[in-house]
């Protein structure tokens, strides 16, 4: 996978949003990202690739709300990083990059693993993506079930039992700040007795923190 930096401008009329992203950010925090975007003129750079279908076109596989709040504004042009990625690459990112924000919508997020399970079993998914092998085995489960009643719709009527999406929480420390942080995660962690990934592992820690602090204030 080729990652160049230089940054392109592309007409927005160009652009056009991978039809397996199943990630959506709430009104709210959309309409903070299209008024900071309106306001200061500054964004993070679209990532797009080549149009596998469309001679000329972009597909986005990062940053749809993004290309969505300025065409709302009414620009012509978005800043993007074109990268050069396969279909494959492209899902993986799919999954990884669009959780920094907003949330996935689950009947999406059922059809790009159903793809994606194609090439991947659970297992490798699981280090491939930010969901545990767990959830991929519930969202295969249901891909499944959905086959059998034939769509979504009639299956969300009556699930056999709710799903969890992970959400995800992004924010940056200073050296020292990283250093506290990682201590104390690391004492939490050697608390917890179950077998877990790195990641299940992390988000149990801070959570146990949080929770102990919680109860001393």
């Known amino acids: 996978m080729h990652i160049p930096k230089t940054i392109i401008r592309i007409p927005i009329d160009r652009l056009f949003g991978h039809p397996e992203n199943p990630n959506k950010m709430n009104r709210s925090s959309y309409e903070k990202l299209k ?3 309106g306001q200061t003129h500054n964004y993070e750079p679209l990532i797009v690739r080549r149009h596998p279908d469309i001679e000329g076109g972009f597909e986005i596989i990062n940053g749809h709300h993004r290309a969505q709040a300025l065409g709302e504004l009414g620009e012509s042009f978005a800043d993007c990083v074109e990268w050069d990625v396969d279909d494959d690459q492209a899902r ?3 999954a990884t990059l669009n959780r920094l924000g907003g949330k996935d919508r689950l009947d999406a997020k059922i059809n790009l693993i159903k793809n994606m399970s194609e090439k991947f079993n659970s297992k490798e998914l699981a280090k491939l993506l ?3 092998k ?3 085995e519930k969202l295969k489960s249901i891909e499944s079930q959905i086959q059998n009643e034939q769509s979504f719709s009639a299956w969300a009527k009556s699930p056999p039992y709710k799903i969890e999406m ?3 929480i992004v924010f940056f420390l200073n050296d020292e700040q990283m250093r506290i942080v990682e201590a104390a995660m690391n004492i939490a962690t050697k ?3 179950h077998k877990e990934t790195k990641a299940e592992e992390r988000a149990k820690a801070i ?3 949080a929770g102990e ?3 001393k204030n």
Do not use: F, Y
Request: charged content about 15%.
């Open 92 to 94: 993986i990112l799919l």
């Open 130 to 132: 930010p969901d545990t």
């Open 191 to 193: 608390a917890q007795r």
């Open 213 to 215: 602090w919680m109860g």
């Open 207 to 209: 959570t146990r923190i």
């Open 166 to 168: 992970p959400n995800s």
């Open 35 to 37: 008024r900071h975007i």
């Open 134 to 136: 767990t959830v991929i």
